[in-house]
């Protein structure tokens, strides 16, 4: 891919993430303690090299697979295959979820590695802790206070609204 799509990829990710951001009833905390993208050890299993990542708005992604089909933007409903893990390798989520991008009710940090995406691409995205669960942790326990999280994720569908 050229440079300049990458850049205007980039710039338009940045624009949508900052929209994204902007349109939230409630303010993202970014000096959470914990973990940081670029300072935790991963997992080998995880095959995690940072120079091979974009970061933008303090998340890292990288297309394993580029899709050819439709290309989800805000507002989409999104259907996805996904996994989650925890930096030490440990799979905290797993399987088909489905959302509609810009409710905010998944991790801020999954909603922006996400925006892009074609059907059949598939993405790695490196999320810290204040985009993810934060301070606090995920309610079921699974993802502990500060944590970074990595998701694999394949969309499968989209619907945009009528």
């Known amino acids: 891919m050229s440079s300049s799509i990458v850049l205007a990829r980039g710039g338009a990710l940045l624009l949508c993430c900052a929209a994204l951001a902007s349109c939230s009833s409630s303010s993202v905390e970014t000096n959470v303690e914990g973990e940081t993208i670029e300072t935790v050890t991963y997992a080998p299993s995880l095959g995690i090299d940072l120079s091979e990542y ?48 810009g409710n905010f009710d998944q991790p801020l940090g999954l909603e922006y590695g996400s925006l892009f995406m ?45």
């Open 118 to 162: 074609r059907i059949g691409g598939v993405r790695r995205i490196l999320v810290p802790p204040a985009l993810a669960w934060g301070e606090f942790g995920s309610d079921d326990g699974r993802v502990p206070p500060g944590a970074v999280l990595v998701f694999e994720v394949e969309l499968k569908e989209i619907v945009s609204p009528a």
């Open 54 to 101: 974009t970061q933008l708005s303090g998340v890292y992604f990288k297309d394993i697979v580029e899709g050819t089909g439709q290309q989800l933007v805000t507002q989409d409903f999104a259907t996805i295959e996904y996994t989650a893990w925890l930096a030490d390798g440990t799979v905290v989520y797993q399987g088909p979820r489905s959302w509609q991008l």
